[in-house]
Structures are given as C-alpha cells and as structure tokens.
Nanobody
Framework: QVQVVESGGGLVPSGGSLRLSCAAA????????MAWFRQAPGKQRELVAR????????NYADSVKGRFTISRDNAKKSVYLQMNSLIPEDTAVYYC??????????????WGQGTQVTVSS
C-alpha cells in the first residue's frame, strides 16, 4: 500500500507565504506524477499544480501562476508547494495527490488527508 502525508498548512495574513510538503511512502516502484489540489467550502476540488517526474513538466492553475511553485525530491518521494503572495481566495483544504507504479507493476493513485490553509484579509 501507498500512503501520503502532508504538512505545512496554517493561518497566514494576506501577502504572506506558506510551504506545503507531502511525502509518499510504501510499496512504490515508480512515481509518475505528484500534484496539489485544493477545495474551498462550497466549491469543487480543483487542480493547483502538478509535476511529472519523467521530465519535470509542471502545470499550474491560472489563479496561482507566478505566485506558487511546485517542486519535488525524487529520493525522498516528496513534493512541495511554495505559496507566495497569498490572498484570501487561496483559503482551502489542500490535498496532495500521487500516482505511479507498485513493485507488482500495478498502478496506484492516492490522496493525502488534506491540510488547511487559511489566508486572512
């Protein structure tokens, strides 16, 4: 089984910064993509940023481009989200998502438990 654990959420004033971390552990042969999603109250879960481990290609939601940066550490099977210039609209529960292959050559995709990010105005 594969698990992911997130950390780094909290309360920050508008204009502030936070760094989210996510580490994957368990039966992993290969990680293909790591991503951050978020869900605000009353809204659907949306993709914030993702990184493909094969070529480091990254994608960002338009609303966070230029403010957020996704990065990874292959050796630690970890992904990070540096969030700068935070605004109240960034307030949400942020979820880590990891997909890849197990040693038995089975695909997997797992979600973290979520970490709350609150930006005060």
């Amino acid at each position: 089984q594969v698990q992911v654990v997130e950390s780094g959420g909290g309360l920050v004033p508008s204009g502030g910064s936070l760094r989210l971390s996510c580490a994957a552990a368990g039966s992993i042969r290969r990680v293909d993509v790591m991503a951050w999603f978020r869900q605000a109250p009353g809204k659907q879960r949306e993709l914030v940023a993702r990184i493909f481990t094969t070529d480091n290609t990254t994608n960002y939601a338009d609303s966070v481009k230029g403010r957020f940066t996704i990065s990874r550490d292959n050796a630690k099977k970890s992904v990070y989200l540096q969030m700068n210039s935070l605004i109240p609209e960034d307030t949400a529960v942020y979820y880590c998502y990891v997909a890849g292959l197990t040693p038995m050559l089975r695909g997997f995709d797992v979600w973290g438990q979520g970490t709350q990010v609150t930006v005060s105005s």
